[in-house]
């Protein structure tokens, strides 16, 4: 679903480039970037789009209208550019604002953007926004950035303009997804590999529960220091590299909570590299019960989860194997957002509707369900 803003209609004229960027649903490996660990996101169908053209006033700002929300963002580019308003300005001023600091000059410019990533669906919007501004400043300025710096400079621009402390998953995936492949991303080295995913008989289906996730609430960062905590106590330089029976042996030794987030951080590296191999070997069912694991170890030991998601997760079990469900899970950094089911083809249509109607007799809220292939990373459409 690739939505192209109304640029000649806000302008009056057509714009000279055009770029797209994608969000994510990551299949497994959650709160394990930022321990130095493996992930296996995809870039999903849904994406931010941004079109542009050189301003005809001669004022240094870039001018923005995001057509989703009918809302519009001057940004002042004579300056170093600081946090503003509307509050989504920031991902693009923090990305402006990197390309300024590497010394990149940046013309005013008039912008047209439109989104089809759900706003707090834990689908990486945000990085959508983000990696879209850096596309289309590369086709811009004629400034090509390397892939891994693209996607440092994007997180940089949530850490800083955002406040959220995030990993490199979301970034990383919405610039380097290819289509018809997950990106098994190790944190640690950054280094990438592509895993094909183009079975015809499995499909993927993300269930936004509808129920909004916001991270910069405090406790993605609280969840970041106990992580931090745990490998000072086992003197590691990230959890990656620590194994179950080490943590074990210093259980007395740190808190309990501590314990419990290190226990799943090091459980669920083992099940994504786990599941990168099922999917290699096209084992439905062996990738679907590590998804229910990490589901089970991030509502019970990374306590992350809340209530909508798990009802969406009981509700898979309850369709079952039987039912056409491998495996389901919440995705993304949690308290609200999706979840992501691994489901039989032919067996999609009639999990939609069951889902649709358990979730809400369960919660009385309308989940928003949908299916998507791997997707394609940021691409230049026009221009
Ligand atoms: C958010 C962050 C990512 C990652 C996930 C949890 O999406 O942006 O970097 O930490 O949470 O896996």
Known sequence: MLKIPEFEKIYGRPPRWIVAAPGRVNIIGEHTDYNGGFV??????????????????????????DSHVGDTAQIDISKPVV???????????????????????IPPLDVSLVSTVPLGGGLSSS????????????????TKIDPVEKALLCQEAEHEFAGVPCGIMDQ??????????????DCRSRQTELVPMNDPSVALLV????????????????????????TKILG???????????????RSKMDLPVFRRARHVIGEIERTLDAA???????????????YASHYSLRDDYEVSCEAL???????????????????????GGFGGSCVALVRTDAADAITVKMAAGYKTKTGIEAAIFSSRPAAGATVIKG
């Not at 983000?130 to 596309?135: G, M």
């Open 310 to 332: 798990d009802a969406v997760v009981e509700i898979s079990q309850s369709i079952g194997i039987e039912g056409g469900v491998y495996g389901c899970r919440m995705t993304g």
């Open 236 to 250: 590691v330089p990230s959890l990656r590299d620590a194994t179950a029976a080490e943590l074990e042996c210093a």
């Open 40 to 65: 296996l996101p995809m870039a999903i169908e849904r994406y931010a789009v941004m079109a542009a053209d050189l301003s005809q006033v001669s004022a240094p700002r870039i001018f923005i209208h």
């Open 277 to 291: 191999a099922g999917i290699r070997n096209a084992n439905g069912r062996s990738v679907g019960q590590l998804m």
């Open 172 to 185: 990383f995936v919405s610039v380097m997804g290819q289509k018809n492949h997950l990106l098994l991303l």
């Open 127 to 142: 990085a959508a926004l983000e990696v879209s501004a850096a596309t289309l400043l590369e086709a811009v300025t004629g």
């Open 83 to 105: 946090k503003g308003n509307p509050r989504w300005s920031n991902y693009v001023r923090g990305v402006i604002a990197g390309f300024l600091d590497r010394g990149v000059k």
């Open 207 to 230: 269930i936004n529960t509808n129920v909004k996730h916001e991270l910069s609430g405090g406790e993605y960062a609280h969840r970041r220091a106990q992580c931090e905590t745990a």
